[in-house]
């Protein structure tokens, strides 16, 4: 192949894969093999994590590319999302539905197949939601639009837990409840750096309508009921010491970051609470598997 054709190919399939939105996947995934651990108490069969990735993971990415669809003409308004794939024309609309489509399709397929059917029908109804409900719905219409909508990223840990057990219970729900309470700090504390894009594009994200002074006081309760959930699962989950620990001090520094930008709503502080939000949910869910397979 020529050395243009082949930089031409690489860029299409870097494009491609842009609309997948890899970073957002990451986030989902890290959240469901500790779920998986706890639900085993132990480390489940290695070919069941995988198949669970495999299928989470293209169901996730045909949610993101269908949200791009959807968004693409707000996305041109916004400095944050102008340089995506279907505002650039490097993929055409029609190209980007029927690739977030195949990928739904496959991804079904893939977890009926080789995890189970429940875990099949969370993860489609995951999609369904996020696109339905937040995207098309929530996001143009409301400043609850990141709270209701981020129930789409809580599913992921129902998918780990029903690839396990094939059930659900109140474990799970609580976990669910965990990220559900997780999402809108961690989104907030970035909208409120793109505030004027939000608005720009007639988005009624929480921080492009409301004071800074609101959208931190907002934060800041969020975060508190994050800590209570994450405390609450100590008991629900039958978990461990470790895990305690983890939650104890990880939500005391995330309880710290939001006070903090009660008093400093400036966007460089809210990034602050919005990295630290990453490293929360990342240490959080690592020390709940650890917990698992130390102490059990």
Do not use: C
Not at 85 to 93: C, H, I, Y
């Amino acid at each position: 192949m020529p050395p243009a054709a082949a930089l031409k190919s690489r860029r299409r399939a870097a494009a491609f894969v842009a609309l997948t939105k890899p970073r957002i996947i990451e986030l989902l995934l890290v959240t469901t093999v500790p779920t998986m651990v706890v639900a085993q108490r132990g480390m489940p069969r290695l070919s069941l994590v995988l198949a669970t990735l495999v299928g989470g993971t293209l169901a996730a990415a045909g949610a993101n590319a269908l949200n791009m669809y959807v968004d693409r003409d707000i996305d041109r308004l916004m400095n944050r999302t102008k340089g995506r794939p279907l505002v650039t024309g490097e993929v055409s609309p029609r190209q980007a539905m029927v690739f977030a489509v195949a990928l739904e399709v496959i991804a079904f397929v893939e977890l009926a197949a080789l995890v189970n059917l429940l875990s099949a029908v969370l993860a489609l109804s995951a999609t369904l939601f996020y696109v339905f409900v937040y995207t098309i719905w929530l996001k143009r219409s409301s400043t609850q639009n990141i709270v209701i909508g981020g129930a789409a990223g809580a599913v992921p840990v129902l998918v780990g837990w029903a690839a396990v057990t094939n059930r659900l219970d109140w474990a799970p729900l609580v976990l669910f409840a965990v990220i559900f309470a997780w999402t809108p700090p961690h989104f907030w504390a970035l909208a409120i750096r793109y505030r004027d894009d939000y608005a720009a594009a007639s988005v009624p994200m929480l921080p492009a309508v409301a004071s800074l002074a609101v959208t931190a006081r907002r934060i800041l309760g969020y975060t508190l009921a994050l800590w209570a959930l994450t405390l609450a699962f100590y008991w629900v989950g039958r978990m461990g010491t470790i895990y305690l620990a983890a939650a104890l001090v990880l939500g005391a520094l995330f309880t710290w970051h939001a006070a903090r930008l009660t008093r400093d709503s400036s966007p460089e502080r809210a990034m602050k609470v919005f990295g630290y939000s990453i490293t929360y949910v990342s240490l959080l869910f690592a020390a709940m598997a650890v917990d698992q397979l130390i102490l059990r």
